[in-house]
T-cell receptor, first 116, second 113 residues
């Protein structure tokens, strides 16, 4: 069964500081990986996605993520955080084959607080 | 182009009542998902459809929950009878193929008293 673990429930950073949100996945083959962001009271918005190819993917709002197969990780990074980045971030894995084909499973989420 | 449309946005009902949540996916999308979000359990996948056919309903908590997709442009999630522990935000999302981005609706906030 596919699963996603986000070890950090809550992270606090200062505005302008760098950010890394951790994500580990479990899947039997190469998965499709996603990062979504959710602002309070809103739906989820896609930040970036990885299907294949270059393991460093660029997304919107200056975010990037790196796929590391050996570590089953897909960590999200941003070099300089803005106050408007405060939100909840979700990593997700989508089945690319077999019985879980098409199934999208989310991690528990990481709440990001940004201090001025 | 309109996004995923969910109704109602807010629903307050009493325990034991039937609740029906509705979703209109983006035109042309062939996957539709229903998720439930709570503080305690996060985002849980309840069920998903491909070409109107339910593929995996293992996340549906109990027989009180049912979902249908009678055509490519409409899906319902029904809870009968509702219980206070069903209080949550229910999201519908759709995508085109497995490689497509999931587009989420704004959610239906359900409160069962």
């Amino acid at each position: 069964a596919q699963s996603v673990t986000q070890p950090d429930i809550h992270i606090t950073v200062s505005e302008g500081a760098s950010l890394e949100l951790r994500c580990n996945y479990s899947y039997g083959a190469t998965p499709y990986l996603f990062w979504y962001v959710q602002s309070p009271g809103q739906g989820l918005q896609l930040l970036l996605k990885y299907f294949s190819g270059d393991t460093l993917v660029q997304g919107i709002k200056g975010f990037e993520a790196e796929f590391k197969r050996s570590q089953s990780s897909f960590n999200l990074r941003k070099p300089s955080v803005h106050w408007s980045d405060a939100a909840e971030y979700f990593c997700a894995v989508r089945g690319a084959g077999g019985t879980s084909y098409g199934k999208l499973t989310f991690g528990q989420g990481t709440i990001l607080t940004v201090h001025p | 182009d309109a996004g995923v449309i969910q109704s109602p946005r807010h629903e307050v009902t009493e325990m034991g009542q039937e609740v029906t949540l509705r979703c209109k996916p983006i035109s042309g999308h062939d996957y539709l998902f229903w998720y439930r979000q709570t503080m305690m359990r996060g985002l849980e996948l309840l069920i998903y459809f491909n070409n109107n056919v339910p593929i995996d309903d293992s996340g549906m908590p109990e027989d009180r929950f049912s979902a249908k997709m009678p055509n490519a442009s409409f899906s319902t999630l029904k809870i009968q009878p509702s219980e206070p522990r069903d209080s949550a935000v229910y999201f519908c999302a759709s995508s085109f193929r497995t490689t497509g981005e999931l587009f989420f609706g704004e959610g239906s906030r359900l409160t069962v008293l």
